[in-house]
């Protein structure tokens, strides 16, 4: 491997129960590895972070899948300036992360 690939290569942590991630265009399954890599632009406003996992980020038990918590309505995650403004991010969050969409993601998953 080359230094370029190597410095290329990151460890996340996803969840075994998680569906593998679908094809670049696909519909979206919530494999999370997008957004356990880095924060969309509108959860980096209400993460608070760049870099890393998006702290909106849940894992949803029921369907084995990582949803986003400004879809879902959870707010605890927000900061308390952000929290008025909770009902309009969860109206504008389909469209400001473009759910529905189709994976945009390009990373590959290795298994440990």
């Keep these: ?43 980096m406003l209400a993460s608070q972070r760049r870099d890393g996992a998006c702290r909106m980020l849940e894992w949803n038990e029921g369907t084995a899948r990582y949803v986003c918590g400004l879809l879902t309505g959870q707010h605890a995650p927000l900061p308390v300036w952000l929290r008025p403004a909770a009902p309009l991010l969860r109206r504008s969050a389909r469209r400001l992360i473009a759910a529905g969409i189709g994976c945009d993601c390009t990373l590959e998953v290795e298994s440990a």
């Design 1 to 43: 491997m080359n230094d370029t690939a190597a410095a290329d290569r990151r460890v996340i942590e996803i969840r075994s129960e998680a569906p593998r991630k679908p094809a670049p265009g696909q519909p979206c399954n919530g494999c999370g590895l997008c957004c356990l890599t880095e924060p969309c632009p509108v959860g």
